[in-house]
C-alpha cells in the first residue's frame, strides 16, 4: 500500500490512454455516437436504454469517480453539481412514503433544511438524535427506520460520532448510515472502515481546495451502490467537466494542503482558547474538547475548520471584531486556500445544546500561522478592549 501523498497523485489517472497527458483532459458533451446498431444495443446496460449519453458521464466523470471511489475505499461514486446536491439526492435514493430517518442534530443547515421542508413533505418521518449518542441510538431506532444520517464532526459545533457504535444498530434493523465526511475529507476518516454505507463530500471544500468550483460526491459499498446509483440517475444529476477537471487537480496537492491546514488550524484553536474573550473553542482535535477521544480512535487528522464562542452578544463589539480581521474573509464555504469566518450566533438545533456565548465558525487557511495569530489576536483586543463587555 503506497503512503497517502502518493495514491493521491495517481488515483485515477491512465495518461497512455490520452496521448501520455498527466492529467485526464476536459471532455465536454452530450450527444455520444453509436458506432452501430449492435453497439448502440450493447450500451444497454443495468436496465438503463439510455446510459450512451453524456448525462451519464464522460471520461472525465470517470476519472474522477474513480479515483474517489479508490480514496475513499469504497465500491463505486457519484458526482453532483454541489456537496448538498450529493447529501439530499444520496437520501433519496433510500426512502420512501412512510420511512423513518434518523438525522444528526449538529447536521449541515441546508441539508436540515431539506430533510425538514421536503422529505416531510413526501411522506417520510424525520426525527433528530444527539450527535453524541452512540449505543443509545438503538432507542430511537424502528423498523421503519430506512437511514441515519450523520456528519462527524458537525460543521458548527464540531461534535465528534460514534460511527462504529451507530452503524451497528442502524443495520441490526436494517437501515443504512450515511455520513457528510466532508470536515475530515477522504484523507483523514474512513467512514467504510467505521461501518457507514454512503460516504459524502462536498467537493467544493478540500478536494478542489481553491474556492473556484461547486461540486459533490457520494461513494457507497456495495450493498448501497445499486440503490445510489438508480436514485441519482433518476433525478437527472451531472457536473461540469470543467469542474471536474479541477476536482482531478486540486486531488493532486490535498494531502501537502490537508497538513498545513491541520496544523494551523490546531495552532490558532489553541491560541485563541487563551484570550480571555473567548468563552469555548470547538475543535476536536483538543485535547480537552469533548470529542477528542474519538477523535483520536477513528481519526487520521483534522482539517483547518472549528468553532469558537466569543463573550459576548452585542452587535457593536461583534462588528469590531469582524470588521478588524484583516486575513480573514467574511464568507461562507471553506476548504480553500484562504482564511474565512462566519457569523453563526446560535446554530439551529432540534435538541437542547449547551450554548455559551456567540458562536464564530473559522477556517484556518495556508497563510502564515504567525500572521493569522497575530490577525485575530488584534481584532479581539480592538473589539473588546473597547468595550464595556468583561472579558476576565
Not at 430517518?101 to 438524535?129: K, M, Q
Not at 452503524?167 to 474512513?190: C, M, Q, R
Not at 446554530?347 to 502564515?368: F, K, M, N, W
Request: with cysteine; hydrophobic share 45%.
Amino acid at each position: 500500500m503506497h503512503d497517502a501523498t502518493t495514491r493521491y497523485i495517481h488515483a485515477g489517472r491512465n495518461p497512455d490512454a490520452y496521448c501520455g497527458l498527466v492529467n485526464t483532459p476536459i471532455f465536454r458533451g452530450s450527444t455520444v455516437l453509436a458506432k452501430s446498431y449492435e453497439a448502440w444495443e450493447a450500451s444497454k446496460k443495468d436496465g438503463n436504454p439510455y446510459a450512451n449519453y453524456g448525462r451519464f458521464g464522460t471520461p472525465t466523470t470517470r476519472a474522477f469517480e474513480d479515483a474517489v471511489a479508490e480514496l475513499e475505499g469504497g465500491h463505486a461514486s457519484l458526482v453532483f453539481p454541489s456537496g448538498l446536491a450529493a447529501c439530499v439526492h444520496a437520501l433519496l435514493a433510500f426512502v420512501k412514503a412512510g420511512d423513518h430517518v434518523l438525522i444528526t442534530d449538529n447536521i449541515y443547515g441546508p441539508t436540515r433544511a431539506f430533510v425538514s421542508n421536503v422529505l416531510t413533505r413526501f411522506g417520510v418521518e424525520v426525527e433528530y438524535f444527539v450527535p453524541t449518542i452512540g449505543t443509545a441510538i438503538s432507542k430511537q431506532l424502528r423498523p421503519n427506520t430506512r437511514v441515519v444520517f450523520t456528519e462527524s464532526p458537525g460543521s458548527l459545533t464540531f461534535e465528534v460520532c460514534d460511527l462504529p457504535a451507530i452503524s451497528e444498530a442502524a443495520h441490526a434493523v436494517g437501515a443504512f448510515v450515511l455520513i457528510d465526511n466532508t470536515w475530515a475529507s477522504p484523507l483523514y476518516f474512513k467512514p467504510f472502515d467505521h461501518g457507514a454505507d454512503v460516504s459524502i463530500q462536498a467537493a467544493t471544500k478540500y478536494i478542489i481546495g481553491h474556492s473556484d468550483a461547486l461540486l459533490g460526491t457520494a461513494t457507497a459499498n456495495e450493498r448501497a451502490w445499486p440503490l445510489l446509483k438508480a436514485g441519482a440517475h433518476d433525478f437527472g444529476q451531472t457536473a461540469s467537466p470543467d469542474d471536474l477537471f479541477l476536482a482531478l487537480r486540486g486531488l493532486r496537492t490535498m494531502p501537502i494542503r490537508l497538513q498545513r491546514h491541520w496544523s494551523t488550524g490546531v495552532a490558532l484553536a489553541q491560541s485563541l482558547e487563551t484570550h480571555p474573550a473567548i468563552a469555548r473553542v470547538l475543535h476536536p482535535a483538543l485535547p480537552n474538547d469533548p470529542g477528542h477521544e474519538l477523535w483520536k480512535r477513528d481519526f487520521l487528522g483534522a482539517s483547518g475548520l472549528f468553532g469558537i464562542e466569543v463573550k459576548t452578544k452585542d452587535p457593536a463589539v461583534l462588528a469590531r471584531l469582524f470588521d478588524n480581521l484583516t486575513l480573514f474573509g467574511i464568507g461562507l464555504s471553506w476548504g480553500g486556500f484562504e482564511s474565512l469566518v462566519v457569523p453563526v450566533g446560535q446554530p439551529l438545533r432540534s435538541l437542547p445544546t449547551d450554548s455559551q456565548g456567540y458562536l464564530i465558525r473559522v477556517h484556518a487557511g495556508l497563510e502564515h500561522v504567525t500572521d493569522l495569530l497575530e490577525d485575530f489576536h488584534r481584532a479581539l483586543d480592538i473589539a473588546f478592549l473597547s468595550s464595556r463587555v468583561a472579558v476576565a
